[in-house]
């Protein structure tokens, strides 16, 4: 096997420093993906030459590797191109399915676009959702949930971790919970699964999605877990097509994807310990780092309940911009990849109402699996040296460094 395609992760600037937004693919995953864009190309739907067999054995070992990592049954899984098509798979097709029982929903405000799209779709179509909000920690619980469940509540979509803060939700509380009312559960796990153990059992999850891209495989392919007993979750298809997947998901496989994503699947299983304590170790070192050396600085999250290699920082008297241009060299996020193209605070610091200032702000700094520690060093000399070239230009830094109380200024007066 060649390995002139291996990516040689460099210690050099610019420096990746936002793993939830996307992550490189491994290259041991890109190993397993090649024969199947060249000699191993059939259509794992071609079910009589060898062409479509051998396709069809590298999907099926894939979809162990898939179902593996959740503690689920192959026959749960079906691929799809990634979470967001996961999600609208499992929200839409529950309503369609179960709508006649109920259509109230229950989600959360720090949810990620896809699913906040999802609902506000659904509820032009005749359901009512719930939109809980988080608490300051960003984190949703058992108790939150069981207080906006109704009679008619058919679905709660709860993720399981946070992209911008990392904050892990109660799922173990929040599936128990569902299960009692006999509600369906569907999680978002695009950021846990690879990061944290998932168990779709001891979690009572119904539905659940994951994408490649976040761990370590390539973009364009994911996952819906779909449970099959106690209870058996039923779908309306999304795609109507030639009945692949069970007949959940219709169009010809993305086979080298689908391979990418149980290597990944597969590699991110048999390291999660390793990785965890060295992700864990990086990112305390880059926070001490950083707050070691900087006032003003606050933790957005939850300390108790988080991913091991998300860091999200805001920094009082700093314009946001200013301090993403300044750092410009370590590719961070300030709020979620997906909407960072607006100038909009990131809706989830909304939801845990921390002020448009500091959501403004705010950097996610994201630690994986290339991610060394001379790079965090590195990252953190840069951003202390820019906040403190910025508050040097700042008078009300200043002010507050002169003891001034600034909630005590009346800013209308003087001149
Ligand atoms: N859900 C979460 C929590 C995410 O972080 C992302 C990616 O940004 C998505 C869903 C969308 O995933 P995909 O890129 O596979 O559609």
Known sequence: MSTSHSISPSASAPIYMDYQATTPVDPRVLNEMLPYFGQSFGNAASRNHAFGWNAEAAVENAREEVAKILGASSKEIVFTSGSTEAINLAMKGIVEMYGEKGRHIITCEAEHKAVLDTAKHLEKHGCEVTYLKPGRDGRTTAADVAAAMRPDTVLVAIMWANNEVGTVNDIRGIGALCKEKGAFF??????????????VEADHVDLLCLSAHKVYG????GALYVRR?????????????????RGMRSGTLNVPGIVGLGAACRIAREELASETERAIALRDRLEANITSRLDHVHFNGSREHRLPGCLNLSFSYVEGESLLMGINDIAVSS???????????????????????????????????????AEVDYAADRLVDVVKRLRAMSPLYEMVQEGIDLSTVNWQGGH
């Not at 569907?186 to 168990?199: L, R, S």
């Not at 390539?218 to 392919?221: E, I, Q």
């Open 186 to 199: 569907f999680t978002d796990a695009t950021q846990a699964v690879g990061k944290i153990p998932v168990d």
């Open 335 to 373: 709020g979620s990849a997906c909407t960072s193209a607006s100038l909009e605070p990131s809706h989830v610091l909304r939801a845990m109402d921390v002020g448009d200032e500091l959501a403004h702000s705010s950097i996610r700094f994201g630690i994986g699996r290339f991610t060394t520690e």
């Open 218 to 221: 390539p973009k364009g392919v």
């Open 229 to 245: 007993r106690n209870p058996r979750v039923r779908l309306v298809a999304q795609m109507d097509g030639g009945g692949h997947e």
